[in-house]
C-alpha cells in the first residue's frame, strides 16, 4: 500500500445508476455528475465508456480522463476491453465504468466487468457504474415473461448488494420510444429493429414497473442495514435441486423469497444411487449446473445419498430447522413423467410440519424453458 | 364476469374517452422524495428541450428561494409570472388561459391557494388548465401526498396541509421519479436517523411511481383487450375454508403481500349443509380476512378447486396459499386430494401450501 491510498477508504465504495432500457440516460447523469466531481478537485477517471454514437453523451466525457483500453484479439478480430491492470496502477480516487454486467472476451483476466469492478474496488477505488436491472439474476423469469428474450448476461445479486449507493435514473416510456424514433440512442436500423422488439410500449411500462420495484427493494434493503439491528427472520429455506430445467428458475425463486424475508437458504440435491459419479452423464451435468448456478448465488449446496428421495429430503429439512421447501411445479400431467409428479405428492405428505411451496414456471405460452448458461 | 375482451358499451366508452383526452391537455408530473433532490432543474431543462424542438412552452410558477442554478435555466424561458396574494403565490389562471401555450411548467403542485381564489388548491388551477386543452409539467414532493400524511408524519414527524390527492397524481399521463441517494439530497454527511428517514421516503417514492405505472400496464393491456399475468405484482389468494387454522396462513399472506407490496385476496368457496360449528369457525376466518385488509371474495360452483382456479386467473393471481389437506383415505382416493388438484390445475401459479398446526 502506498501513501496516497491512506487518504481514502482501504475499500472503494460501488454506485450504481439503474434504469430499464438502453438510451434511459444512465451514462448521462453519470458523467454528469462525474463532471461536478472533477470540478471539486476529485481525481476522477473513465474507465471504461461506451459512446454508442450518442453526441450529447459523448460531449459530457470532456475533460475527463479516460484510461485506455486494452485490444485483445480473438478468433482473429480485434476487441476492446476495459484495462483493469492499467486502472489499477494509475489508482484514481472515482473510476467510471459503464455496463456493469458485460461479459469479457474469452481469455481475459476474468469472465466478467462486474469481477474487474470488484478488483477495483478490492483496491480501494471508488467506482460508479450503470446497469439495467433486468441483468439481474433473480429478475431473470420475470424478464423473460414480460419480455419474451432471455437475458444472457447476468449479475448475481449478492454483487448489486456490494453497492453502497444506489440511483434509479427514470424515464417514461414515452420518451424513451421518442428518443429512440429520434436516432438518439442507436443507428437507424438497430432504433427499427429495437422498437420492433424490446422497445414496444407495454414491455418498456412493465419493465419499468419491475425496476422501480427492484430499486424500492434495494433502497429498503440499505435502509433497514443501516436501521437499528434488523431483526433476522427465522425462516429457514430449502430448494430441491433436481436435473429438471425449470431447476434453475426455481434456485432464482427461492433465492429472490430468501433475500426479502432475509432467511438462510440450502440447495439440497438428492441422489437415489450411492455414488453421484455413477448417474448417467446428461442428469449427472445437468445437476452439476444447477449446484454451480446455486454456489454462484451464493446459495449453500449439499448432495445427499438415499434412494427414498422424498424420505430424505424431508428429513433433511427437519434436521435443520427448514421452514419452507420450494419444489418446482410438476408442469402438466401429460408432460410431467409420473414419478416427479409422485415425488411432489410424497413430499407434501411428508412435510406436513412445513411450509411446502410448489413453484410455477410463470412463462408466456412458447417461451422455451432454458437453463443457465454457467 | 370480465373475461378481458372489452363489450361494444366498453369500447364505446373507451373512444369517447380517448376523443376527450385528446382534446385535454397532458400531465406530466416529476415527483421527488425530498426538497433538493433536483425535480426542478429536471422540468426546467425538459422545458428548454421542448422549446428546442419547436413547442410553446411557459413557466407559469417558479417556487421562492430558487437556486442560481434554477435562476440560469428560467432566463431560457418565458414566464408567466404567479399573482402574490396575501404573499402567498397563486398561479394566474386567466393569464395563462389568455396566453394558451401548448405547455406550462408548474414547479410546486402542492399549495393552498388563499381565501378567495377560485380553486381552494393549486392542483385544481392545473385540472383547469388540462380541461382547457394546455400541457401541464409539474413538480411535487411526496411529503405532501395526502394519502401519505400519516405514513409520512410517522417518519418525519411533520405534517403538512399543502397536499395534492393521490388520486390525482394516479390521473397523471405520465410520472417520472427524480432519484438521488439520501446523502446528495441533503447536500452533506447526514446522520444515520436522517439517511433512515430520507430512504423511507425514496422507497414510498418509487413504490408510488410503481403503482401508478402499473394501473398505466392494466389500462394499456384492458384497452388492447390482452388477458395475460404478468406478475409484475404479487397477488396472494388465501383459501379460506371452516375448519382450516386461516389465521396463521392468512398472517403470512400479509406479510409477503406486503413484503412484496402486492395485493391479498381472501376467497371461500361456499359449500352447502354447514354444521353450525363449521359456520362459526367460517365467520371468524372471514372476519380475520377483513381485519388484516384482504378482500374478501365469495365464490359459487359445485367444485372448489374450479372456481378458486378460475377466479385466481381472472384476477391474475400470482400465488394461492393454502393449509395441507385435512382429509385422508378413502375421500382422496375418490375424488383426488383437493390440494394436489389444486396443484396440478396452477400452471403457472405457485402454490405454497401451510402446515396444518401452526408451527409457532
Redesign the interface.
Known amino acids: 500500500m502506498t501513501e496516497s491510498r491512506d487518504s481514502h477508504h482501504s475499500h472503494g465504495r460501488l454506485?450504481v445508476y439503474l434504469s430499464y432500457a438502453a438510451g434511459a440516460g444512465k451514462t448521462y447523469r453519470m458523467l454528469e455528475e462525474a463532471q461536478y466531481l472533477r470540478e471539486q478537485g476529485v481525481d476522477v477517471v473513465i474507465g471504461y465508456f461506451e459512446p454508442h454514437k450518442r453526441a450529447d453523451t459523448i460531449a459530457k466525457t470532456e475533460g475527463l480522463e479516460t484510461v485506455p483500453r486494452r485490444k485483445v484479439e480473438y478468433r482473429g478480430t480485434a476487441f476492446e476491453e476495459m484495462d483493469t491492470e492499467a486502472i489499477l496502477l494509475r489508482s484514481p480516487a472515482v473510476c467510471l465504468v459503464d455496463e456493469f454486467a458485460h461479459t469479457n472476451i474469452p481469455g481475459s483476466a476474468r469472465s466478467k466487468r462486474w469481477e474487474d469492478v470488484l478488483a477495483l474496488l478490492e483496491a480501494g477505488i471508488d467506482v460508479w457504474t450503470t446497469m439495467n436491472l433486468q441483468h439481474l439474476e433473480s429478475l431473470n423469469d420475470?424478464v423473460l415473461?414480460?419480455s419474451g428474450i432471455r437475458v444472457r448476461e447476468t449479475v448475481p445479486d449478492w454483487v448489486i448488494k456490494q453497492a453502497s449507493?444506489?440511483?434509479?435514473?427514470?424515464?417514461?416510456p414515452?420518451?424513451l420510444i421518442n428518443r429512440l424514433k429520434r436516432g438518439a440512442v442507436y443507428e437507424p436500423d438497430k432504433a427499427e429493429q429495437a422498437l420492433a422488439n424490446f422497445f414496444k410500449?407495454?414491455t418498456l411500462?412493465?419493465l419499468?414497473?419491475?425496476a422501480?420495484?427492484q430499486?424500492?427493494h434495494e433502497?429498503?434493503a440499505?435502509?433497514t442495514e443501516?436501521?437499528p439491528a434488523a431483526a433476522r427472520s427465522t425462516d429457514r429455506i430449502l430448494i430441491h435441486v433436481t436435473s429438471d430445467p425449470a431447476t434453475a428458475m426455481l434456485i432464482r425463486?427461492g433465492h429472490r423469497v430468501a433475500d426479502?424475508?432475509q432467511a438462510e437458504c440450502f440447495a439440497v440435491y438428492v441422489c437415489p444411487v450411492s455414488d453421484f459419479a455413477n448417474l448417467p452423464s446428461g442428469e449427472r451435468e445437468a445437476v452439476e449446473r444447477h449446484l454451480n448456478f446455486a454456489r454462484n448465488l451464493r446459495i449453500e449446496t449439499r448432495i445427499l445419498n438415499d434412494e427414498n428421495v422424498a424420505e430424505r429430503l424431508v428429513e433433511f429439512a427437519r434436521q435443520q430447522h427448514v421452514?419452507q421447501i420450494f419444489l418446482a411445479?410438476?408442469?402438466?400431467?401429460v408432460r410431467t413423467p409420473r414419478p416427479r409428479r409422485e415425488l411432489?405428492?410424497r413430499i407434501?405428505q411428508l412435510a406436513?410440519?412445513?411450509?411446502?411451496?410448489?413453484?410455477?414456471?410463470?412463462?408466456?405460452p412458447g417461451v422455451p424453458i432454458t437453463a443457465p448458461d454457467s | 364476469m370480465p373475461d378481458g375482451r372489452p363489450t361494444p358499451e366498453q369500447l364505446l366508452k373507451q373512444i369517447e374517452r380517448e376523443e376527450q383526452k385528446s382534446r385535454r391537455g397532458r400531465l406530466?408530473v416529476f415527483l421527488g422524495y425530498a426538497s433538493g433532490v433536483g425535480k426542478s432543474a429536471t422540468m426546467f431543462e425538459e422545458g428548454i428541450r421542448r422549446r428546442a424542438r419547436g413547442e410553446d412552452v411557459v413557466v407559469g410558477a417558479v417556487q421562492a428561494r430558487s437556486s442560481d442554478e434554477i435562476q440560469q435555466l428560467l432566463l431560457k424561458h418565458e414566464i408567466v409570472p404567479a399573482r402574490n396574494v396575501d404573499g402567498r403565490d397563486v398561479i394566474d389562471l386567466q393569464a395563462i388561459l389568455a396566453r394558451h401555450p401548448q405547455v406550462v411548467l408548474i414547479d410546486g403542485l402542492a399549495y393552498e391557494n388563499p381565501p378567495g381564489s377560485a380553486h381552494a388548491y393549486r392542483w385544481q388551477d392545473v385540472s383547469a388548465l388540462i380541461d382547457a386543452g394546455i400541457s401541464v409539467i409539474t413538480s411535487v414532493n411526496l411529503q405532501y401526498v395526502g394519502e401519505l400524511q400519516d405514513e409520512i408524519a410517522g417518519i418525519t414527524g411533520k405534517r403538512t396541509l399543502d397536499t395534492v390527492p393521490k388520486s390525482f397524481l394516479e390521473q397523471a399521463d405520465?410520472?417520472?421519479?427524480?432519484?438521488?441517494?439520501a446523502?446528495e439530497s441533503l447536500g452533506r454527511m447526514g446522520s444515520?436517523d436522517e439517511?433512515?428517514s430520507l430512504?423511507?421516503l425514496?422507497?414510498m417514492t418509487?413504490?408510488l411511481?410503481?403503482e401508478v405505472?402499473?394501473r398505466?400496464?392494466q389500462t394499456?393491456?384492458h384497452a388492447?383487450g390482452?388477458e395475460?399475468?404478468?406478475?409484475?405484482?404479487e397477488r396472494i389468494l388465501v383459501c379460506i375454508t371452516p375448519r382450516s387454522n386461516a389465521r396463521q396462513v392468512l398472517e403470512?399472506g400479509k406479510r409477503n403481500a406486503d413484503?412484496?407490496?402486492g395485493e391479498l385476496f381472501a376467497v371461500y368457496v361456499r359449500q352447502p349443509r354447514l354444521s353450525s360449528e363449521d359456520q362459526t369457525a367460517l365467520e371468524k376466518n372471514l372476519t380475520i380476512a377483513r381485519e388484516i385488509g384482504a378482500q374478501v371474495e365469495m365464490l359459487e360452483g359445485p367444485d372448489s378447486v374450479e372456481g378458486l382456479i378460475r377466479f385466481a386467473r381472472e384476477r391474475g393471481v400470482?400465488q394461492i396459499f393454502i393449509g395441507?389437506s385435512k382429509r385422508r383415505g378413502w375421500w382422496n382416493q375418490l375424488r383426488g386430494?383437493p390440494?394436489?388438484r389444486l396443484?396440478?390445475a396452477?400452471?403457472?401459479?405457485?402454490?405454497?401450501?401451510?402446515?396444518?398446526?401452526p408451527?409457532w
Open positions: 454506485k420475470q415473461q414480460i449507493e444506489v440511483v434509479m435514473v427514470d424515464v417514461t414515452d420518451a410500449e407495454q411500462v412493465a419499468r414497473e419491475l422501480l420495484r430499486a424500492a433502497v429498503e440499505r435502509h443501516i436501521g425463486r426479502y424475508l421452514t411445479h410438476p408442469q402438466s400431467p411432489v405428492s407434501l406436513r410440519d412445513m411450509q411446502v411451496i410448489v413453484v410455477a414456471e410463470r412463462r408466456s | 406530466k405520465e410520472i417520472v421519479i427524480t432519484d438521488v441517494p446523502e444515520a439517511e433512515r430512504s423511507r425514496r422507497e418509487m413504490l411511481a410503481a405505472v402499473e398505466q400496464l394499456y393491456l388492447h390482452i395475460e399475468i404478468w406478475g409484475t405484482q403470512s413484503r412484496f407490496h400470482t395441507h386430494n390440494v394436489e396443484i396440478d396452477a400452471e403457472g401459479i405457485d402454490v405454497r401450501v401451510f402446515p396444518q398446526e408451527s
